[in-house]
Structures are given as structure tokens and as C-alpha cells.
């Protein structure tokens, strides 16, 4: 009996080890996470006006052991995140926008700042970071129509490429023992990066300076220039334009492989966003038999992104009444489907390449309360 106790003893230490590993994989330190997070989708591709990243902190030091998934942070999701145990909300909109000048309990979103504090929960908001991400929302609602493919209708830009700065300006340094005045002088100012190199001109070894300015610095660069003619020759002012990203970016055109009637792209739309019905505005001379080939998609609201755009149908969550007008006027489909209901399907495909990108270190759960406001009665 006691050999055989002995040979239990092994295995009985691996299960508390690795009792104790799995334990030591559940969480997270919030700033890890978050910066885990950026790298999944960096908030740089927001838009300007938008409000993302993290918007409520707790005191430091915070861990999180379960990241909340939701679309809409309303007080019922507030209160299933905190039933649930949740450390950080992720929250696709970000539930503060406008500035608050003051906490109390006499608005919704004041108590969802109160009640996060007081339960020491985080709230994080990608919200347009996501929408431009290769493998965000619009990716996400583009899966929905088929084989196709498709690209961003407005590209985002590198953020930092090639260089800081906004313009390139060279010149060649006349005079050799002018070389060091005027690095000196040029690197006085602001915003200012100065390199410089061996150039040849009218078969005389010269220097030639490459400065990379911002828009301020550069009327100032070029006022030192305008003053010192002497030191300068064979100037060059070159714009300096981040490129454009392939497939990051702001809504997406999608080129389906082969065409299909707007009557069966409508019900692959439903059936892929899980919808009873849509709202549909024909294009002027087209029917439910019309041929589709070219969709212009964006999530949530899509009136500016899509504006202009050349397709067949657009499909997005609302639209002013005036630009549905427009687009049909025009002979382009729209198919509206209430401004979250294009979203909130992405969160369950977020959760899985989350799980995946932090390496199941922590719980990820997506909200059951979360919906959209709106109802067809």
C-alpha cells in the first residue's frame, strides 16, 4: 500500500502544477493588455473626431482576468458586465463622446462612470480604429455577400512612414565653411530633422542638406533661406505623403465573383446578420431581379463614407433620408439595417481572434443583453 501511495504522489503534484499554471494564465496586467490590444488594431486608424482608447481607469495597479465584449454600453450591460466579473469593457462604442463637466448620479452615462469606479472595471473603446482594421467590422459585414473581393473605399494612411514631418526640403551649401552655420542654424528650429550628404555641382564637391520639417517649421525654414541667400543653391521643397494602406480604411467596395439578383443578395444579408427584415430603397429603374455586382459596405452609419461612391447597392446601418434619395436617384440599391445591427455580429468573431492574439491568457466574454435599440413592431 504505501508503494503504491508513493507512485500517486507524482501525479497528484503535475494536477496542482498545473492547476497553478492554468491559475497564473488568467490575467493580465491592464497597461499589457492594452498595449496587446493596440497592436491587434491600432487606434491611430481612428477617426479624428472620434473618442477611443481607454476612457475609465481604475487605480493602478489593475489586472484583468475577463474582458466584456459588448456593442452599446447601456446601465443593463453595465449590470451583466458586473455580474460576470468583468476587469475591462470593451465597449465597440465608446459610452463617453461629449465632455462631462460633472460626475453624478443624475445621467445615464454619469453613473456608468460611477458604478465602473466603484467596482474597479476599465472601459476601452476601439469604435473606428476597429472599423478601418484589416480584420474589423466592415471586413466582418463584407462576409456576408459572397465571394468577392474588396478593398477600402477611403484608404487610410501609414502612420509612420516615411518619416515625422510633413515636408522635405535640400539645398546645396555653397561654401564649404558655411556647412556648420547653417546646420546649426536650421537645427535651432522646431520641428526639424536635419541629414546631410556630398553633392556635385558644376564639377565642384558641395554639401547638400536634407531637412524633414513639419508645416510650422517650414515657413520658417524657408523665411531663414529667404535671408541667406548667400549660403544656398539648388533648392528642392518636396511634400512628404504618408502611402496609403491596401486594406486598411474606412467602408469597403466589394466586387462579388460572380453577380446575383438583389432579391438573393437580400436574404444572404439577413441570414448573415441574423435579421427578420430590412429596409430596402430600389434604385431608380431597378427591381428585386436586378443584377448585383458591386456592394459598397460600411457599419454603423454610412452616409459620408459611402457618398459618391460607384456601385450597386449600398449596405450599411442608416442613411439620411436625403442621401437614400440621392443614391437612389442615381439607380443605386440601399439596404439599411439599423445602425448596430451591421456591428454587433463582429463581436463574436472578435472574441475568437482575441482569444487567439493574447494566447488565452484571459476570459473573453460577449455581452447577451446587447442589442439594438430599435425594433420592427
Known amino acids: 500500500m504505501l508503494s503504491s501511495r508513493v507512485r500517486l504522489v507524482p501525479t497528484t503534484v503535475r494536477l496542482i502544477h498545473s ?104 472601459i476601452y473603446s476601439p469604435h473606428t480604429a476597429y472599423d478601418a482594421a484589416p480584420q474589423g467590422v466592415n471586413n466582418w459585414l463584407a462576409k456576408g455577400l459572397g465571394v468577392c473581393t474588396s478593398r477600402p473605399i477611403h484608404a487610410s494612411r501609414a502612420p509612420d512612414y516615411p518619416t515625422e514631418g510633413t515636408h522635405r526640403v535640400e539645398f546645396n551649401v555653397t561654401h564649404t565653411q558655411d556647412v556648420d552655420k547653417v546646420i546649426s542654424a536650421v537645427k535651432g528650429i522646431a520641428g526639424v530633422s536635419v541629414t546631410s550628404f556630398s553633392a556635385r555641382s558644376d564639377d565642384e564637391e558641395q554639401t547638400r542638406l536634407s531637412l524633414n520639417c513639419t508645416q510650422q517649421a517650414l515657413m520658417q525654414v524657408v523665411a531663414f533661406l529667404s535671408q541667406n541667400r548667400q549660403y544656398y543653391q539648388k533648392t528642392e521643397i518636396l511634400s512628404l505623403e504618408k502611402p496609403l494602406l491596401l486594406h486598411t480604411g474606412m467602408g469597403r467596395l466589394c466586387t462579388l465573383d460572380e453577380s446575383v439578383s438583389l432579391a438573393t443578395m437580400i436574404e444572404q444579408i439577413k441570414r448573415h446578420l441574423k435579421l427578420s427584415h430590412v429596409r430596402l430603397a430600389l434604385g431608380v429603374g431597378k427591381t428585386l431581379e436586378s443584377a448585383v455586382k458591386v456592394v459598397a459596405v460600411c457599419a454603423g452609419s454610412g452616409s459620408s463614407v459611402l457618398q459618391g461612391t460607384e456601385a450597386d447597392l449600398y449596405l450599411t446601418g442608416e442613411m439620411s433620408h436625403h442621401d437614400v434619395l440621392d443614391a437612389a436617384s442615381q439607380g443605386i440599391n440601399v439596404i439599411l439595417c439599423e445602425h448596430s445591427n451591421t456591428e454587433r455580429g463582429f463581436l463574436s468573431d472578435l472574441r475568437d481572434m482575441l482569444d487567439a492574439y493574447l494566447e488565452n491568457k484571459i476570459n473573453i466574454i460577449v455581452s447577451e443583453i446587447d442589442r439594438d435599440p430599435l425594433h420592427v413592431v
Open 19 to 122: 492547476l497553478i499554471c492554468s491559475s497564473s494564465r488568467s490575467f493580465m496586467d491592464l497597461k499589457t493588455l492594452l498595449s496587446s490590444l493596440n497592436d491587434f488594431a491600432s487606434l491611430s486608424f481612428a477617426e479624428g473626431w472620434d473618442n477611443v482608447g481607454l476612457l475609465v481607469e481604475p487605480s493602478p495597479p489593475h489586472t484583468v482576468n475577463t474582458l466584456f465584449l459588448t456593442n452599446d454600453l447601456t446601465e443593463e450591460v453595465m449590470e451583466e458586465a458586473l455580474q460576470k466579473k468583468a476587469d475591462l469593457i470593451l465597449s465597440y462604442h465608446p459610452p463617453i463622446f461629449r465632455p462631462m463637466k460633472r460626475i453624478t448620479w443624475k445621467t445615464w452615462k454619469e453613473r456608468l462612470v460611477i458604478q465602473a469606479l466603484e467596482n474597479r472595471v476599465g
